[in-house]
Protein backbone atom coordinates (compact mmCIF):
# COMPACT_ATOMS: atom_id res chain seq x y z
CA UNK A 1 0.00 0.00 0.00
CA UNK A 2 1.63 2.88 -0.72
CA UNK A 3 0.84 6.31 1.16
CA UNK A 4 1.13 9.68 0.31
CA UNK A 5 0.89 12.93 2.38
CA UNK A 6 0.60 16.70 1.87
CA UNK A 7 1.64 19.34 3.83
CA UNK A 8 2.97 22.99 3.56
CA UNK A 9 -0.71 24.53 1.97
CA UNK A 10 -1.95 27.90 3.42
CA UNK A 11 -2.50 31.80 2.52
CA UNK A 12 0.30 33.37 0.88
CA UNK A 13 0.11 36.67 -1.05
CA UNK A 14 0.13 37.29 -4.96
CA UNK A 15 3.72 37.29 -5.93
CA UNK A 16 4.68 35.32 -2.71
CA UNK A 17 6.22 31.51 -2.71
CA UNK A 18 5.24 27.89 -0.97
CA UNK A 19 6.80 24.78 -0.89
CA UNK A 20 4.26 21.77 -0.80
CA UNK A 21 5.83 18.95 0.14
CA UNK A 22 4.35 14.96 0.00
CA UNK A 23 6.04 12.37 1.95
CA UNK A 24 6.18 8.79 0.21
CA UNK A 25 7.50 6.47 2.49
CA UNK A 26 6.37 3.82 0.57
CA UNK A 27 7.76 4.69 -2.96
CA UNK A 28 10.98 3.87 -4.29
CA UNK A 29 11.22 6.73 -6.82
CA UNK A 30 13.56 4.49 -9.54
CA UNK A 31 10.56 2.77 -9.56
CA UNK A 32 7.43 5.32 -9.53
CA UNK A 33 6.56 8.55 -11.34
CA UNK A 34 5.28 11.07 -9.39
CA UNK A 35 3.16 13.99 -9.59
CA UNK A 36 0.99 17.47 -8.43
CA UNK A 37 -2.24 17.80 -9.62
CA UNK A 38 -4.49 20.81 -8.40
CA UNK A 39 -8.47 21.31 -7.98
CA UNK A 40 -9.21 25.03 -8.07
CA UNK A 41 -12.88 25.62 -6.35
CA UNK A 42 -15.65 24.10 -8.74
CA UNK A 43 -13.02 22.80 -10.99
CA UNK A 44 -11.84 19.38 -12.43
CA UNK A 45 -8.33 17.92 -10.91
CA UNK A 46 -6.05 19.12 -13.38
CA UNK A 47 -2.22 18.29 -13.27
CA UNK A 48 0.44 21.26 -12.53
CA UNK A 49 3.77 18.97 -12.51
CA UNK A 50 4.91 15.24 -13.16
CA UNK A 51 8.42 14.03 -12.29
CA UNK A 52 9.82 10.13 -13.65
CA UNK A 53 11.99 7.95 -11.82
CA UNK A 54 15.08 9.37 -14.90
CA UNK A 55 14.45 12.92 -13.48
CA UNK A 56 12.33 14.28 -16.37
CA UNK A 57 9.56 17.37 -16.12
CA UNK A 58 6.48 18.03 -17.52
CA UNK A 59 4.60 21.11 -16.39
CA UNK A 60 1.40 22.26 -17.30
CA UNK A 61 1.49 25.84 -19.40
CA UNK A 62 0.03 27.97 -16.52
CA UNK A 63 2.84 26.87 -14.19
CA UNK A 64 5.84 26.32 -16.20
CA UNK A 65 8.69 28.68 -15.00
CA UNK A 66 7.05 29.84 -12.14
CA UNK A 67 6.78 25.90 -10.57
CA UNK A 68 9.49 23.53 -9.73
CA UNK A 69 8.87 19.57 -8.98
CA UNK A 70 11.65 17.65 -7.31
CA UNK A 71 12.18 15.02 -4.84
CA UNK A 72 14.69 14.30 -2.13
CA UNK A 73 15.24 10.15 -2.45
CA UNK A 74 16.81 10.11 0.85
CA UNK A 75 13.54 12.04 2.26
CA UNK A 76 11.46 9.89 0.52
CA UNK A 77 9.84 12.91 -0.41
CA UNK A 78 8.50 14.95 -3.35
CA UNK A 79 8.48 19.13 -3.37
CA UNK A 80 6.22 21.35 -5.44
CA UNK A 81 8.29 24.95 -4.86
CA UNK A 82 5.64 27.54 -6.44
CA UNK A 83 7.20 31.06 -6.75
CA UNK A 84 5.44 34.00 -7.88
CA UNK A 85 1.88 32.94 -6.81
CA UNK A 86 -0.85 34.04 -8.85
CA UNK A 87 -4.94 33.76 -7.51
CA UNK A 88 -5.73 31.49 -9.73
CA UNK A 89 -3.46 29.24 -8.32
CA UNK A 90 -5.87 28.80 -5.40
CA UNK A 91 -6.72 25.05 -4.92
CA UNK A 92 -6.58 21.74 -3.60
CA UNK A 93 -3.11 19.95 -4.28
CA UNK A 94 -2.77 16.58 -4.60
CA UNK A 95 0.45 14.34 -5.14
CA UNK A 96 -0.12 11.64 -7.33
CA UNK A 97 2.48 8.56 -7.38
CA UNK A 98 2.52 5.53 -10.20
CA UNK A 99 4.78 2.47 -10.16
CA UNK A 100 6.52 2.90 -13.62
CA UNK A 101 9.82 4.25 -15.16
CA UNK A 102 8.67 5.66 -18.05
CA UNK A 103 6.58 8.78 -18.29
CA UNK A 104 2.56 8.53 -18.54
CA UNK A 105 1.45 8.89 -21.99
CA UNK A 106 -0.44 11.90 -20.87
CA UNK A 107 1.19 12.73 -17.43
CA UNK A 108 -1.23 15.71 -16.05
CA UNK A 109 -4.37 13.48 -16.80
CA UNK A 110 -5.90 11.97 -13.59
CA UNK A 111 -6.65 8.97 -15.02
CA UNK A 112 -3.00 7.86 -15.47
CA UNK A 113 -2.13 7.68 -11.78
CA UNK A 114 -3.28 4.89 -8.60
CA UNK A 115 -1.89 6.40 -5.89
CA UNK A 116 -3.03 9.70 -3.82
CA UNK A 117 -2.45 11.62 -0.82
CA UNK A 118 -4.97 14.12 0.57
CA UNK A 119 -4.41 16.96 -0.46
CA UNK A 120 -3.19 20.25 1.41
CA UNK A 121 -4.87 23.75 0.58
CA UNK A 122 -3.44 26.87 -0.72
CA UNK A 123 -5.28 30.34 -1.36
CA UNK A 124 -3.23 32.90 -2.71
CA UNK A 125 -5.03 35.94 -1.97
CA UNK A 126 -4.71 39.38 -0.56
Known amino acids: QVQLVESGGGLVQPGGSLRLSCAAP????????VAWFREAPGKERKGVAC???????TYADSVSGRFTIFKDDTKKTVYLQMNTLKPEDTGDYYCAADPRVNSPIDPLETWEWDYWGQGTQVIVSF
Open 51 to 57: LIADGTT
Open 26 to 33: GVTFDNYA
